[in-house]
DNA sequence: AATACGGGGCT
DNA sequence: AGCCCAGTATT
């Protein structure tokens, strides 16, 4: 394994400006020609693809970005919605809250920034379910500001090419960062501006297609020659993430009931009973009495599901 | 630094 | 049966 800081060292003007070349030049004939990234998409077009990309495949949002978009075309079409229309529309894209963060920056939009998206990253930011990533993306992708965009497929991109690992760390650290930076075009004239955008969304691309997290397809890697993780044999990643348990969690249980929710088209559970009853069941997993009622207190804690009226019996919970 | 948070597709 | 995915917010 190489050390963060020989990697930086090893970097050299003449190494770096060919394996930004490349990658640039890769992406200029492989881009993929996402409906978000056709010239007509809107800064909050743009946002509203990341903030549904968020965890969630390229494949799983094409779809519903599109019929979204179409349905609420802006924040202020958006912030008018009502939240339980907000969130069957986001359907199975997964992380319902995500829907719900984006209604409330709709109206934080409209309410504190005349109902345009700002630019500057520090704003984007402060807007709820805006976090780092996604503050520096849509600054980029959508304003040409030439932050420093750093997903997980450009922290495996510069883990291979640059630091020799097959993978990135668990978490984001300092010397990731400060690698990307270091990475980066030079901004001082408006050519580089743009190169350091397109930097950033082409090394993106060269992550999901080419240097994948499993299987990569090195044969067809535009920086082959040039990858520090194949010069040393692409050993295997030391650092194993610990994937999460899914059968029989409260989030399996979360889920199975927004399904139901969104079934019968409205999120208040006070004919949840009636629902799961005509619809038969709710999932493979029956869950326990505590487990029910923890997974649909914390839904309307979160604002996920509605009580207008009390609940008198829940599947399960009648006495 | 850890943990909670969906859901589906791929190996 | 895991592993992974254009992360964020909370503890």
Known sequence: MVSMSSATDQLNDTHLHQVRTRILDWYAQNARKLPWRQPDTTAWGVLVSEVMLQQTQVARVWEPWLAW??????????????????????????????????HETAKAVVEHHDGVLPADPEKLLALPGIGEYTAAAVSSFAFGIPEVVIDTNVRRVHARIFTGDGAAAPSLTAAERRLAATLMPETTTEHGVAQANTWNVATMELGALICTARAP??????????????????????????????????????????????????????????????????????????????????????????????????????N
């Open 69 to 102: 978009m179409q349905r609420w075309p802006g924040p202020a079409e958006l912030a008018a919605a009502e939240p339980a229309d907000v969130l069957i529309m986001w359907g199975r894209l997964g992380y319902p809250r995500r829907a719900l963060r984006l």
């Open 217 to 318: 397809k090195c044969q067809e890697c535009p920086v082959l020659d040039q990858c520090a993780w194949v010069a040393a044999g692409k050993p295997e990643p030391t650092t194993v993430a610990k994937t999460q348990s899914w059968n029989g969690s409260d989030r399996q249980v979360r889920g199975a009931i927004m399904g139901v929710l969104r079934a019968q088209g409205a999120i208040d559970v006070v004919h949840l009973q009636a629902t799961v009853e005509a619809t038969g069941r709710l999932g493979r997993h029956v869950p326990e009495d505590t487990q029910w009622n923890r997974a649909l207190n914390g839904l309307v804690a979160d604002g996920l599901a509605t009580l207008k009226h009390e609940v008198l019996a829940l599947p399960g919970t009648e």
